[in-house]
């Protein structure tokens, strides 16, 4: 069972930026088509970004496109969110997910994640 953590949440002003990690230390991330997803208070889980090295493989939501950034380090085998330009409605906790190298491919790819992690929270906020 692939264990999967995120860390790297916390408050953030409007406007501001914050890197997220989610790492394993069983299995290796490159194997894997990785995803970032999030879920607001009393909203759905919606996902955010994808990559997966089998082509390479990059998605963004439209909600994020233009602020955030997916990167994989393989030698610290971690899955990074960048995110940038922060606003208050990216206030939710953020989850990490890995599946199949060919999940990310899916245009419904939260739904064939199969390992998830429990997740860090964000808050933007002044």
């Known amino acids: 069972q692939l264990q999967l953590v995120e860390s790297g949440g916390g408050l953030v002003q409007p406007g501001g930026g914050l890197r997220l990690s989610c790492t394993t230390s069983r299995g290796t991330l490159d194997h894997y088509g990785v995803g970032w997803f999030r879920q607001a208070p009393g909203k759905e889980r919606e996902a955010v970004s994808c990559f997966s090295r089998n082509g390479p493989i990059t998605k963004y939501s439209d909600s994020v496109k233009g602020r955030f950034i997916i990167s994989s380090d393989s030698a610290k085998n971690t899955v990074y969110l960048e995110m940038n330009s922060l606003k208050p409605e990216d206030t939710a906790v953020y989850f990490c997910?890995?599946?199949?190298?060919?999940?990310?491919?899916?245009?419904?790819?939260?739904?064939?994640?199969?390992?998830w992690g429990k997740g860090t929270p964000v808050t933007v906020s002044s």
């Open positions: 997910a890995a599946g199949s190298n060919y999940a990310c491919y899916r245009e419904n790819y939260l739904d064939v994640m199969e390992h």
